[in-house]
């Protein structure tokens, strides 16, 4: 399902005494981050946060948040989750966020009505990601995200469709 707002990270600590966040981001890579000029307290959107500065840090985003111009203010942010608007990602067309795959219903590409079950999970694992598939006993299948077994990726209509590599749901009662 594509969603409008997604959590892009936790705000885990203050860096020095002028109220600048540690952000543990939840996405590839803390440049990422770093792009957004709004981030957003809630997943509806409705309060906003305009980033004065963002910077990585190792793997960490150091922010500075419009209002929070001490320890004292940052250190109440502790554990507070923020968000993005999917707009300001500018995806390339087929490209998708976790959490928008993560529920989709996973079918076979040469047997249309067959549903191995549902995306639960992604890897990352260099190469490829490894997407995790569960079927409705809760058994977890392992697939590679390539292009020769993933055929369609329809998450408005929270659908994918596979061609699963020979072996990988041959065990199945």
């Known amino acids: 399902m594509i969603k409008e707002y997604l959590e892009i990270g936790e705000i885990v600590g203050t860096h020095g005494v002028h109220g600048e966040l540690r952000l543990n981001?939840?996405?590839?890579?803390p440049d990422f981050v770093s792009r957004f000029?709004?981030?957003?307290?809630?997943?509806?959107?409705s309060c906003a946060a305009q980033i004065k500065s963002a910077r990585p840090h190792g793997n960490i985003v150091l922010l500075r948040i419009a209002g929070i111009d001490s320890v004292e203010q940052a250190q109440k942010m502790r554990g507070k989750?923020?968000?993005m608007k999917r707009t300001?990602?500018?995806?390339?067309?087929?490209?998708?966020?976790i959490a928008e795959l993560t529920g989709c219903s996973v079918f076979d590409a040469?047997?249309?009505q067959k549903c191995y079950g549902t995306l639960s999970d992604v890897s990352a694992t260099g190469a490829n990601d490894?997407?995790?598939i569960t079927d409705g006993t809760g058994r977890e299948y392992l697939i590679p995200a390539?292009?020769?077994?993933?055929?369609?990726t329809d998450v408005a209509n929270d659908r994918i469709v596979i061609r699963p590599l020979k072996g990988i749901f041959d065990d199945e009662d």
């Open 25 to 29: 981001p939840w996405c590839d890579s």
């Open 37 to 45: 000029k709004t981030l957003y307290y809630d997943s509806n959107g």
């Open 81 to 83: 989750i923020l968000y």
């Open 88 to 97: 300001d990602a500018k995806l390339p067309e087929g490209r998708y966020f």
């Open 110 to 112: 040469d047997e249309p």
């Open 130 to 132: 490894v997407w995790h």
């Open 146 to 152: 390539i292009p020769d077994v993933v055929i369609e």
